[in-house]
Every structure is written in structure tokens, then in C-alpha cells.
């Protein structure tokens, strides 16, 4: 089945405790991002990938690191985390352009 | 910098009747448009994509949307609802690029379509 799988799903973490979330897909697709979703503010872009070892910068990028070190996983790294980025968080994918393929979304709480 | 605007944050329907969700952008150079439906409590799935060619594009689930370069909007509709389309739906941007692509999206901020019996 073709999916984009993250984890974890819920994480409730302090400030300024690293953490990681991690994307994976299975359709050996180039392209992949971030996104996060807050109320009111519709979903905002964080980071994409338009292929191994490319990365660039979205609309809210601060706070946050990448890496795309394999096809398949694009990890977001939060190396100091702060309530403002309490957040609901989604990875997507597609084979070229306009994301098609979203993952569950990461629920993330930092106190 | 490229920009969307979904004019209703919210738009009360009732079943069977038609429905038009108002998405207008701003950009200075050519854009790819795009809808997502997101369900409750799950992630976002692609209705439709506007990249070139005719302006009304058709997309899943009996939704489509008419590109209209001169108004710079991109509005959906569909022209009877069912009470399972309620759901938020958000108009994306994207500045056209070679090779018919571009990664970078700008997402409006949702409006919550509720579809009443």
C-alpha cells in the first residue's frame, strides 16, 4: 500500500529537549516536505526536498533542520525546541510538483 | 512573493445544493494552483491542480475548479454537496518553473465547508 508513515504520532516534550520526527514513503518518490498546521493559520511550509541530498527552505524554517540522506526518509529535527512550535505536523510526498501524499500528522506539544 | 486568499473561513451548505469555495492569489509570475480536502483528524488529500492548458480543471470526488488569470482566482465548486464533503479545504500556490514544476507551496488558510441535512 502506498503511504507516507510518520512517528510519532503524539510527543509532549520541555524546551530546548532535541527531538526528531520521522517521514518515510514507499513510492520512491523525489520530491518530499514539511509542513505544520496551526488554527487560523492553514498549513505553512517548513522545509522540501526535491531529491537526495537537495534541500530548501519554506515559509517558516526557523527552528528547524533537515537532512535527506536517503530517497525514502526526510527526518525534521527540532535541536531546540520551544513552545511556539506546538504545532500539528505533516510530511507529504509526491513524484514531482504539487504534494500529493500526505502522512498522518505528528501531534507535538512542547512545554 | 507569491499569496492566497480564501475569502469564507466558513461556508454552511445544505445537501444536494451547490457550492463554491472562493480562492484568489497573488504572485508576478505564472502559478500552478492547487485544492486539498482535509478531513477531520486526518492529513490532506489533492483534489485538483491547475498547472497549464484548459482553465477548468476537474478533480476527484465531482469537485472542479476554473482558473481565471484576469481575476487571479481559482475557485472550487461542485454542484451538488453530500453530507460526507464536509471538511476543510485549503487553495495552494505555486510559482510556475522550468520543467513544469516548483516545490515551494503557499497554502491559504482553509475554509471549513459543513454540509448540512
Known amino acids: 500500500e502506498a503511504q507516507v508513515t510518520q512517528n510519532p504520532r503524539y510527543l509532549i516534550t520541555v524546551t530546548g529537549k532535541k527531538l526528531t520526527v520521522t517521514c518515510s514513503q514507499n513510492?520512491?518518490?523525489?520530491?518530499m516536505s514539511w509542513y505544520r498546521q496551526d488554527p487560523g493559520l492553514g498549513l505553512r511550509q517548513i522545509y522540501y526536498?526535491?531529491?537526495?541530498?537537495?534541500?530548501d527552505k519554506g515559509d517558516v524554517p526557523e527552528g528547524y533542520k533537515v537532512s535527506r540522506k536517503e530517497k525514502r526518509n526526510f527526518p525534521l529535527i527540532l535541536e531546540s525546541p520551544s513552545p511556539n512550535q506546538t504545532s500539528l505536523y505533516f510530511c507529504?510526498?509526491?513524484?514531482?510538483?504539487?504534494?500529493?501524499?500526505f502522512g498522518p500528522g505528528t501531534r507535538l506539544t512542547v512545554l | 512573493a507569491q499569496s492566497v486568499t480564501q475569502l469564507d473561513s466558513q461556508v454552511p451548505v445544505f445537501e444536494e445544493a451547490p457550492v463554491e469555495l472562493r480562492c484568489n492569489y497573488s504572485?508576478?509570475?505564472?502559478?500552478?494552483l492547487f485544492w486539498y480536502v482535509q478531513y477531520p483528524n486526518q492529513g490532506l488529500q489533492l483534489l485538483l491542480k491547475?498547472?497549464?492548458?484548459?482553465?477548468l480543471v476537474k478533480g476527484i470526488n465531482g469537485f472542479e475548479a476554473e482558473f481565471n488569470k484576469s481575476q487571479t482566482s481559482f475557485h472550487l465548486r461542485k454542484p451538488s454537496v453530500h453530507i460526507s464533503d464536509t471538511a476543510e479545504y485549503f487553495c495552494?500556490?505555486?510559482?510556475?518553473?522550468?520543467?513544469?514544476?516548483?516545490?515551494?507551496?503557499?497554502f491559504g488558510k482553509g475554509t471549513l465547508l459543513t454540509v448540512n441535512p
Open positions: 495552494a500556490v505555486s510559482e510556475g518553473g522550468s520543467g513544469g514544476s516548483n516545490y515551494k507551496l503557499t
Open positions: 504572485s508576478s509570475v505564472s502559478v500552478y
Open positions: 526536498s526535491m531529491n537526495v541530498e537537495v534541500t
Open positions: 491547475y498547472l497549464s492548458g484548459s482553465t
Open positions: 513510492m520512491n518518490h523525489e520530491y
Open positions: 507529504a510526498s509526491s513524484p514531482r510538483g504539487a504534494p500529493q501524499y
